[in-house]
């Protein structure tokens, strides 16, 4: 680690804010870390937190140089879950990840094409159309196809407390603080400010005041069942099906064991809804998303929704270009932002690649004056 190393401004306390501020002062930078909101308190803990290889089951990332980029952070990404399970690190998991199809892989070319992508990059890749009836998958929901292979789980409540707690260890300072306006027009005065050599932003929706761009919300909901006890099973895999194009948009099962108490059944995926009071009672597809795990695994009707926390509700940060990773020549400034449904997936990824970015900033600025 550098001495007297530079300093770098982040702004936001998500999972990507966090990694990125811890990447960068294990490369010897001197971080501030600026946020107004902190875990419990913000999306990434509400985050279905499974790994997946884009384009994730309940993502809506399309954009074909996006997701190429995505797929080089997605595996930078496993691999240090992967070492972090390993040391048993509070909240991090490699558990079985299924994933079922209602019509042979072989016959979509889409499906092929992220298979033979995906089994060469993971741990422990089968492809069994057995899959559905070894793991209890109703015989009525049309499961045709399925393979499977280890992947990262997180429990959200533990490792992003661990990551703060990372982040400080490393010496990274951390304020609660709201920047009002655009980044851009008040950089000179938040570099002095915070006596920094260049910003980071990974303020996730609250990039689009903070840069004056086009973002939108997909939210998203979880209903949180008992894993286990007298009566429930004890799910340790994961088990998922994709939205199936021509179908409703809200088809997607998503069932994830988050700890060894708690698992949680998703996924809704609805876009420009600002809302997150809904429930089960007030907001029909936060039910219909409930049933339709149920109908695809009978088991689960024994599970009892946990009566402390029953659903949790988040936005996804989306923009139509999908994920923002850069360093603006117009201000100056790097952005990370707009991981949507897949802020895990891609955490340790472009948390490794922003801080290539900020090295050449910090290098432009040492050479230029209108940094």
Not at 4 to 27: D, P
Not at 64 to 92: H, I, M, N
Not at 141 to 168: C, F, N
Not at 264 to 273: M, N, P, R, T, Y
């Amino acid at each position: 680690m550098r001495a007297n190393s530079e300093k770098i401004l982040v702004v936001g306390a998500g999972v990507s804010g966090l990694t990125t501020a811890l990447c960068l002062a294990r490369e010897g930078f001197r971080v501030t870390v600026v946020a107004e909101k902190f875990a419990p308190d913000i999306v990434s803990v509400v985050a279905g937190a499974l790994w997946e290889w884009p384009p994730a089951v309940c993502g809506y990332h399309h954009d074909q140089v996006s997701l190429a980029r995505s797929k080089d952070w997605c595996v930078t990404s496993y691999r240090v879950f992967e070492e972090l399970a390993r040391a048993k690190v509070p909240g991090v998991a490699m558990r079985r990840s299924n994933f079922y199809f209602r019509r042979p892989v072989g016959e979509n070319p889409l499906d092929l094409h992220k298979m033979q992508e995906l089994a060469g990059k993971v741990r422990g890749f089968v492809h069994d159309r057995s899959l559905a009836e070894r793991n209890g998958v109703s015989p009525d929901y049309g499961v045709v196809d399925a393979y499977s292979h280890m992947a990262p789980m997180i429990d959200t409540d533990q490792y992003m407390m661990w990551l703060i707690r990372q982040v400080k260890s490393h010496g990274v300072q951390v304020r609660r603080e709201r920047i009002e306006g655009l980044l851009a027009e008040q950089r000179a005065e938040l570099l002095d400010r915070f006596g920094a050599e260049a910003i980071v932003c990974c303020a996730g929706l609250g990039t689009a005041r903070l840069r004056g761009v086009s973002m939108y919300p997909l939210r998203g909901a979880l209903v949180r069942v008992r894993n286990g006890g007298i009566r429930g099973p004890r799910i340790g895999e994961a088990h998922c099906v994709s939205h199936q194009e021509g179908q409703d948009e809200q088809d997607i099962v998503f069932i994830v064991p988050r700890s060894q108490r708690i698992l949680v059944l998703g996924g809704l995926a609805e876009k420009d809804e600002w809302d997150t009071g809904i429930t089960m009672e007030n907001h029909g597809p936060v039910r219909d998303m409930y049933e339709r795990c149920l109908a695809f695994m009978p088991a689960l009707r024994q599970a009892r929704v946990d009566p402390d926390e029953p659903v949790r509700v988040g936005l996804r940060p989306f923009r139509k270009e999908n994920v923002c990773l850069e360093w603006d020549e117009a201000s100056r400034i790097i952005y990370n932002f707009a991981h949507g449904g897949a802020g895990f997936s891609f955490s340790w990824g472009c948390a490794q690649e922003a801080v290539g970015l900020v090295r050449a900033a910090v290098e432009d600025r040492k050479y230029s004056h209108s940094f």
